[in-house]
C-alpha cells in the first residue's frame, strides 16, 4: 500500500464550479502538506502547503488537513479553464523528500 | 529571477549506455532534489542535497544511479548501463535553507528515454 493515495480522476468540470481534490495518507509522522499543479509537460509549481491540522485559504483555493482522520483536501473556487491541469499532493515528516500522491487530471470546460 | 534550469530537456538512449543528467538550482537555494516521474505516475523521491553532501540518498534504485553536487550549486545525476525500465521525466527541485515552509522550486525535467 501506497504512503500516500490520491484519486488519479480524470475530473471534468463546468467553468465556475467547486472542485474539491483528495489525498489520504497513512504515515502519522507527517507535519507539512503540499498541492503541487502540474501543468503538461512542466514541473510542478507549489500552490500551497499547510503545517498540521487546519485550513488555509489563498486567493480561490483552499488546503485542508485533518490529521485525525488522515485525510487532505483543496478545494478551488469559482474554476477556470486556466486551472485545467495535474494537482499532486506532497507530504513531508520534516525538512528533506516529500512524497507525492500519483496527481489528479483536471479538466475545467468553458 | 532565473528558475531552476535542467539539460538536456530530452535524451534519447540506447540500453546499456551511461547518461548524465545536470540541474542548476535557484542561486542561493542550498537544498536540492531529485525526483523520478514515471509516465501517470507521481513524482519518485531518488535523493537530496543540502550543501554538498547528500544526507538522504534512499531513493536512489540502486547503485546503477549516482549523483553529485559541487560548490553547493549544479548537480549531475549519472546513470550508468541504462535499463528500459529507467525511462520516465527526471526532475530537479531547489529550496532555502532545505525548509519545506519556503516551498520547492522544479525545474521543466529531463525526459529520458531508453531504447
Known amino acids: 500500500q501506497k504512503e500516500v493515495e490520491q484519486d488519479p480522476g480524470p475530473l471534468s468540470v463546468p467553468e465556475g464550479a467547486i472542485v474539491s481534490l483528495n489525498c489520504t495518507y497513512s504515515?502519522?509522522?507527517?507535519?507539512?502538506f503540499m498541492w503541487y499543479r502540474q501543468y503538461s509537460r512542466k514541473g510542478p509549481e507549489l500552490l500551497m502547503y499547510t503545517y498540521s491540522s487546519g485550513n488555509k485559504e489563498d486567493g480561490r483555493f483552499t488546503a485542508q488537513v485533518d490529521k485525525s482522520s488522515k485525510y487532505i483536501s483543496l478545494f478551488i473556487r469559482d474554476s477556470q479553464p486556466s486551472d485545467s491541469a495535474t494537482y499532486l499532493c506532497?507530504?513531508?515528516?520534516?525538512?528533506?523528500?516529500?512524497?507525492f500522491g500519483d496527481g489528479t487530471t483536471l479538466t475545467v470546460k468553458p | 529571477g532565473a528558475g531552476v534550469s535542467q539539460s538536456p530537456s530530452n535524451k534519447v538512449t540506447e540500453k546499456g549506455k551511461d547518461v548524465e543528467l545536470r540541474c542548476d538550482p535557484i542561486?542561493?537555494?542550498?537544498?536540492l532534489y531529485w525526483y523520478r516521474q514515471s509516465l501517470g505516475q507521481g513524482l519518485e523521491f531518488l535523493i537530496y542535497f543540502q550543501g554538498n553532501s547528500a544526507p538522504d540518498k534512499s531513493g536512489l534504485p540502486s547503485d546503477r544511479f549516482s549523483a553529485e553536487r559541487t560548490g553547493g550549486s549544479v548537480s549531475t545525476l549519472t546513470i550508468q548501463r541504462t535499463q528500459q525500465e529507467d525511462s520516465a521525466v527526471y526532475l530537479c527541485?531547489?529550496?532555502?535553507?532545505?525548509?519545506?515552509?519556503?516551498?520547492?522550486?522544479f525545474g521543466p525535467g529531463t525526459r529520458l528515454t531508453v531504447t
Open positions: 542561486s542561493g537555494h542550498t537544498a
Open positions: 506532497a507530504m513531508n515528516t520534516n525538512a528533506g523528500k516529500s512524497t
Open positions: 527541485a531547489s529550496s532555502l535553507e532545505g525548509s519545506i515552509v519556503y516551498g520547492q522550486y
Open positions: 504515515n502519522s509522522a507527517f507535519q507539512y
